[in-house]
């Protein structure tokens, strides 16, 4: 489901059919910071009535989320050089990887920036000074509405989201910023990874 909001936050800044309707609010894209520092962070997703509390780390555009879903240690590799999304059990050495379309890309905050979202100002979360942005996209295809709360390095401290399956929230909380070990980024030795499509890859998440 993690996957799933962030191919949402896609769909409307590509047409990838996760993203984008031609409306402009005029806001500069270059108002919204257009590189992500590198951070580690604890993290809690919201989707509709279920929790996925995470623990993230963000380098050079890799992002790695580890979560637990009924005891069992799961991982999130996000790899967008390479476009593609790994979701890994590394208790038992398997994994799943998703090979994303041509002409999709996971998103990132150019694609953010060109969605033209509303700057509604300044805020302070959980302490982090941060700026609030805000997309509608009532009358697309597939309507959404997303807010996000970034820091002027680029780090999301919040994500609000609603769209037909329903409302989704996360929230980043104790964000540490530097450079993070590369190898959490990678697919260590030895594990095995099927292939598997988006579809799949959200109803594993309840998306």
Do not use: C
């Not at 979360?125 to 295809?141: F, H, I, M, P, Q």
Request: aromatic share 8%.
């Amino acid at each position: 489901m993690i996957q799933y909001l962030y191919r949402q936050l896609l769909r409307s800044a590509l047409p990838l059919a996760f993203f984008l309707m031609g409306v402009s609010w005029g806001v500069n894209a270059a108002e919204i910071p257009q590189r992500q520092a590198s951070y580690s962070a604890d993290a809690v997703l919201q989707i509709n009535q279920r929790r996925i509390a995470s623990k993230v780390y963000h380098h050079e555009g890799r992002e790695r989320r580890e979560f637990q879903f009924g005891g069992m240690p799961q991982v999130l590799i996000l790899q967008p050089e390479l476009n593609r999304v790994v979701y890994l059990l590394p208790l038992i050495s398997i994994g799943m990887e998703l090979q994303l379309e041509e002409g999709e890309s996971l998103p990132n905050l150019a694609h953010f920036a060109s969605l033209k979202p509303k700057t509604l100002g300044r805020e302070t979360v959980n302490g982090v000074a941060a700026t609030k942005y805000d997309v509608e996209r009532l009358k697309a295809k597939e309507p959404y509405t997303l807010t996000l709360w970034l820091t002027d390095d680029g780090i999301p401290v919040q994500a609000e989201a609603s769209d037909t399956r329903g409302d989704y929230r996360l929230i980043q909380t104790n964000i540490r910023r530097g450079a993070q070990d590369t190898a959490l980024f990678e697919v260590p030795d030895g594990v095995k990874l099927a292939p598997v499509d988006a579809a799949t890859l959200r109803g594993l998440f309840g998306g």
